[in-house]
């Protein structure tokens, strides 16, 4: 498997201690194939509560963070127009986050297709509880 972006719902899942989060993230691990976006850092951050904070630390500093440049703009507005075109609603962090993984050449670990329409960006991992 490929190195891959996670998304804030795997990260998320991972955190609240999701039995099929914690394999498929700590596999990417110990495998140096996670990379998160600097958006999923900031819904991370939105999200923590005063408790999870040394769990989310952990977690973003055991990624490679991916910062939002002007390619990553570009390649989020293209992703945004072309499936605005097509009748989906998308928030500009997910054509953001889209916009990263296309850039760098990755794939995009969600369970949220509805937020990436293209199946050949995202990676769906399974619960396999």
């Not at 989060?21 to 005063?50: H, N, Q």
């Not at 989020?76 to 760098?104: N, Q, S």
Request: hydrophobic share 45%; glycine share 6%.
């Amino acid at each position: 498997m490929a190195v891959l972006l996670v998304d804030t719902d795997i990260a998320i899942d991972y955190l609240r201690g999701c039995h099929y989060a914690r394999e498929f993230v700590e596999d990417l691990w110990r495998t140096g194939r996670a990379c998160l976006s600097i958006l999923s850092v900031y819904e991370l951050y939105a999200g923590m509560k005063p408790e999870e904070e040394a769990a989310t630390e952990a977690f973003i500093d055991a990624c490679r963070v991916l910062e939002v440049d002007r390619r990553v703009a570009r390649a989020g507005a293209e992703w945004y127009r072309k499936w605005k075109g097509k009748g989906y609603a998308l928030t500009a962090v997910d054509c953001l986050i889209a916009g990263t993984a296309l850039v760098h050449g990755l794939v995009v670990a969600t369970r949220n297709v509805r937020h990436y329409p293209d199946p050949s960006i995202r990676y769906v991992p399974q619960d396999r509880t």
